[in-house]
């Protein structure tokens, strides 16, 4: 029904920045709210930040004043700027959209994109 495709994630060196993209399709009426979570080897999955469609945004502690969400409504996209990256941010960054389908106008509808891999290293 609705499909999330993520983009940008790879190696980059710390204090580096890297520009993750995601782009939503499929049956979608409205999306209430777009975001990006992360899961580190070992780790339950965490927020990272998420934006709604009216642009109220939301950041984890760890990546406040480094990283940025943004998003374009008319094109369905969240991008994530993530700026001063540090080791700890190596993770499986995943887009997370909140959708009412065009299906199924009635309820809410969570989805997930399959993941893209941020990795900090020297």
């Known amino acids: 029904q609705v499909q999330l495709v993520e983009s940008g994630g790879g190696l980059v060196q710390p204090g580096g920045s890297l520009r993750l993209s995601c782009a939503a399709s499929?049956?979608?009426?409205?999306?209430?709210?777009m975001g990006w979570y992360r899961q580190a080897p070992g780790k339950q999955r965490e927020l990272v930040s998420t934006i709604t469609r009216g642009g109220t945004t939301k950041y984890a502690d760890s990546v406040k004043g480094r990283f940025t969400i943004s998003r374009d409504n008319a094109k369905n996209t969240v991008d994530l700027q993530m700026n001063s990256l540090k080791p700890e941010d190596t993770a499986v960054y995943y887009c997370?959209?909140?959708?009412?389908?065009?299906?199924?106008?009635?309820?809410?509808?969570?989805?997930w994109g399959q993941g893209t891999l941020v990795t900090v290293s020297s």
């Open positions: 997370n959209a909140v959708v009412v389908t065009t299906t199924d106008k009635s309820r809410y509808l969570e989805v």
């Open positions: 499929g049956s979608i009426f409205s999306i209430y709210a």
